[in-house]
């Protein structure tokens, strides 16, 4: 069978969805050498993604989310003669000839429209317009949907209610192994090494909209206004610095405590297993997640973790760790106060956490999407070489 796999976004720098194609066809890599893998992937990325002999890779320069990817690169598919197609995103081309998959990691745009925001009008509306089309018009489109929790299927059940529920898999996210808990004095040695303060609690993650950022730095200030003895205890913000970074620079210059807070900027793996192992506690107050892998990441560091109840975070999370409403910013003082006081609380959500972790698996993952490919390719029924008219 013959596999092609969109996987643009991955790049040399494993974030977002790269991660996710990073971990998952590296554990695909191991357990399948005998189906044909076509990888089409960006030419941001250096060197070979997997280097296997059943592995090849094509170049494709247009960006993942474009009007290239919907008029031509269908064209290039076609001239593989794929059996399956599986786009790692929710962007797929007009016309197909194969059947295909489509991973939607979350409905973002068009759920939460603020999504947006910090960009000019004019491109904040056609952006907007053109996800409003492509989402649905890929869900439809697809034979199977991918999909990381059921938050996010029945999100999708909701944009795009004619889809049967039976086309829609969860398959959870892994963990990399080299998430782990160090002893203290490997904690305290890096610690030294990144000039990293003693005591600190971390996020890390972009600084959209959805991830509450303007909340949690709020928080933040308001738990130190109510407790004097945690001073020096600062909050690190670590990932890239994207367009709607000054905006929470310039809501954090207003805070009484604003001072604290250290922007790390993008955090490769290496920095990573330093930031979590080392922080009193992960907080992520999201509004809306598809996943929320750093939640597992933490987790797997054996870092407490406060985090939101909203949408799929209380399905990776589960009773490892404080949950509160989104919304609830004097709650998330008062969980980092408890978290800050009392060692024991600590320990203990760092015990639940690594333990949480240990039932996420890539290779669990990978076998589960091996198992998606071999359903559609083992059908008997050709698909039409166009599904779905582009006014669908």
């Avoid at 996710?20 to 050498?33: C, P």
Wanted: glycine letters at 8%; a neutral charge; charged letters at 25%.
């Amino acid at each position: 069978m013959k596999i092609g796999i969109d996987v643009r976004f991955l790049t040399d720098e494993y974030i977002g969805i790269g991660r996710y194609s990073h971990s998952l066809l590296k554990e695909i890599a191991r357990l399948d050498g005998e189906n044909e893998y076509i990888l089409y992937r960006s030419p941001e990325y250096t060197g070979r993604i997997i280097d296997q002999g059943n592995f090849r890779e094509v170049v494709v320069r247009s960006a993942p989310i474009s009007a290239g990817t919907l008029f031509t690169l269908g064209r290039a598919l076609k001239a593989e003669n794929l059996d399956v197609f599986h786009s790692h995103f929710y962007i797929t081309p007009l016309l197909k000839s194969y059947r295909q998959v489509v991973t939607v990691h979350d409905i973002t745009p068009l759920l939460f429209p603020r999504y947006y925001s910090g960009r000019p009008l004019i491109l904040e509306k056609m952006a907007l317009g053109f996800h409003k089309f492509s989402i649905p018009y890929a869900i439809r489109q697809s034979d199977k949907i991918i999909t990381p929790s059921e938050s996010t299927k029945e999100s999708i059940l909701k944009v795009v209610p004619d889809k049967p529920g039976e086309s829609i898999d969860v398959i959870n996210y892994g963990i990399e192994p080299h998430f782990r808990r160090p002893d203290a004095a490997e904690i305290a040695r890096a610690k030294k090494t990144h000039g990293l303060p003693d005591r600190y609690f971390i996020y890390v993650g972009n600084t959209k909209p959805h991830k509450n950022l303007i909340g949690l730095t709020t928080a933040f200030s308001k738990f130190l206004e109510s407790s004097p003895r945690c001073h020096d205890i600062r909050l690190v913000i670590a990932g890239q610095q994207d367009r709607f970074f000054p905006l929470l620079k310039e809501h954090v210059s207003s805070l009484k405590h604003g001072d604290k807070v250290i922007y790390w900027g993008y955090a490769s793996d290496k920095d990573l297993l330093v930031l979590y192992p080392g922080a009193l506690a992960f907080v992520f107050p999201g509004f809306l997640e598809g996943f929320g892998l750093p939640v597992l990441e933490a987790m797997a560091c054996g870092t407490p973790v406060i985090t939101s109840t909203a949408s799929s975070i209380p399905e990776v999370a589960g009773d490892a760790g404080i949950l509160l409403d989104p919304n609830d910013m004097g709650g998330y003082a008062e969980a980092m106060k408890h978290i800050a006081d009392d060692s024991e609380l600590r320990e203990d959500l760092a015990a639940r956490g690594i333990s949480r972790a240990r039932e996420f698996s890539w290779r669990k993952a990978a076998r589960e999407t091996i198992a998606v490919y071999e359903e559609l390719g083992s059908s008997n029924t050709q698909p039409p070489s166009n599904t779905h008219s582009p006014s669908a």
